[in-house]
């Protein structure tokens, strides 16, 4: 049984969750969350069992423990995943996996040397469409990858004090337009299992529903990526109006593609292949197959099972399962990487950027003391605006608003309750 330690007590939950649901291949030995209200709620739902709770991470290190899973800021990942790899602990990192090229290096170093399972939880790549998507492209269902298409869209608003809670300096409210990026650009990584080397990006303006809520990046990022093997993908994310998941990978044989119509988690695989054969045989020329999870206890977890899937390889990687679907340290780089240099790509106007192999250790060194990123405390000198054109000015009365909000919701429990009974923020 792997023993892990859970640090982020709201998004950490469908991790906690899974370790009850896993028949015993895992068990949650400690939580760690700075807020003190997070920890006295998973202390009264975990009563009775046999779990240490922290407050300080400088003491949960040292728990008697086999893994961590990160569930915290996520531009905060990557020096608690370094202390923990080379404490020798297993890491589970929600995303992102970090923040800035020095980041990356340190974090690979640190991966290679403690010898120990790094899996970075990008789960929209387990989601029911995109897992499929992946078994059948490795089938060569669809030939050789030519073009694909990943979207994230997500209207924050309505969320935004309960994910921000009215500071001004929160990650969300400073990061760049192409900064989380993983999402949508991920899954088309993860079914190619090609490397980006180059991308060029895109940064939506500002509008008035991003001022209102105290975000200073662009309104959306797109990242305009080349593979190996000289097929592109188009990855957007960001805060456009009307929320959208959806995915399209074009192959030398044929094409597949998520349903357009749910703003949500898609159940439906639409597939037009040339002879093709198989599971799907009786529809050899095109068809909308429904991929949605038929486990009930899976399907319970968030966005489409996928929750339980990421967790349950990594627990199998660990445990010597040499196959695990796991998304390595280097694959959560070429996941990232290509949004982080897509803002350089926009802040010298639309130029492409090559993306650099950190699997090389020779091709590390330039990267080594490159900081740049939006978070002052990590870039310092190397500091970047937000917005490519300035960070805007917004008053204190926007932040004052949106903390009222937030506290108000927090008094009213119906955001507690559904944080704490899906795992769903981060």
């Not at 023993?3 to 949650?28: D, E, H, Q």
């Not at 299992?193 to 975000?215: A, C, Y």
């Not at 990046?217 to 009307?242: C, W």
């Not at 899976?298 to 390889?313: L, Q």
Request: aromatic share 10%; proline share 4%; with cysteine.
């Amino acid at each position: 049984m792997v023993k892990i330690g859970v640090l982020g007590g709201y998004r950490g939950t469908s991790m906690i969750n899974y370790c009850a649901a896993s028949s015993g291949k895992a068990k949650v030995v400690a939580i760690c969350d700075n807020n003190p209200e997070v920890l006295e709620r998973q202390k009264k739902i975990h009563d009775g069992e046999d779990i240490t709770f922290y407050g300080d991470f400088n003491d949960f290190i040292e728990h008697d423990m086999d893994a961590v899973v990160l569930a915290n800021y996520a531009n905060e990942h990557a020096p608690f995943a370094i202390r923990c790899l080379k404490k020798g602990l297993h890491v589970f990192s929600e995303v992102l996996p970090c923040q800035c090229m020095a980041e990356a290096v340190e974090l690979i170093e640190a991966a290679e040397e403690s010898g120990k399972v790094y899996a970075y939880g990008e789960n929209y790549c387990f989601m029911p469409v995109p897992r499929e998507m992946r078994r059948l492209y490795k089938e060569g269902r669809i030939g050789e990858i030519e073009y694909a298409e990943g979207e994230y869209i997500h209207n924050c608003e309505s969320i935004w004090p309960s994910i921000t809670y009215g500071e001004r300096d929160h990650w969300r409210n400073r990061m760049f337009a192409t900064f989380y990026c993983t999402h949508s650009l991920g899954p088309m990584i993860h079914i190619s299992g090609l490397r980006p080397v180059s991308v060029v990006g895109f940064e939506g303006t500002k509008n008035e529903r991003r001022i209102r809520s105290g975000s200073f990046s662009g309104q959306f990022g797109i990242e305009m990526v080349t593979l190996e093997n000289g097929a592109i993908l188009k990855s957007i994310h960001g805060d456009l109006y009307t929320n959208s998941i959806w995915y399209a990978v074009y192959g030398s044989k044929g094409r597949m593609e998520a349903d357009r119509e749910a703003a949500g988690v898609s159940d439906t695989l639409y597939l037009n292949a040339d002879r093709y054969s198989g599971e799907y045989s009786d529809h050899p020329d095109v068809g909308a197959f429904d991929v949605s999870e038929k486990n009930d206890v899976i399907r319970r977890f968030g966005h489409g099972g996928s929750d339980y899937y990421i967790m349950d390889a990594f627990v199998d990687k660990i445990n010597g399962v040499d196959n695990a679907d796991v998304i390595d340290v280097y694959e959560a780089m070429d996941m990232f990487i290509p949004g982080l240099l897509a803002y350089r790509s926009v802040l010298n106007g639309g130029a492409p950027v090559a993306v650099p192999d950190l699997r090389d250790p020779a091709v590390r060194d330039k990267y080594r003391d490159d900081r740049a990123c939006c978070d002052p405390k990590v870039a310092k000198e190397q500091l970047l605006p937000s917005f490519s054109k300035g960070n805007p000015d917004i008053p204190d009365s926007v932040y004052d608003e949106i903390k009222r909000r937030w506290e108000a919701e927090k008094n009213d429990g119906a955001y507690v309750k559904a944080a704490m009974s899906q795992g769903s923020l981060k």
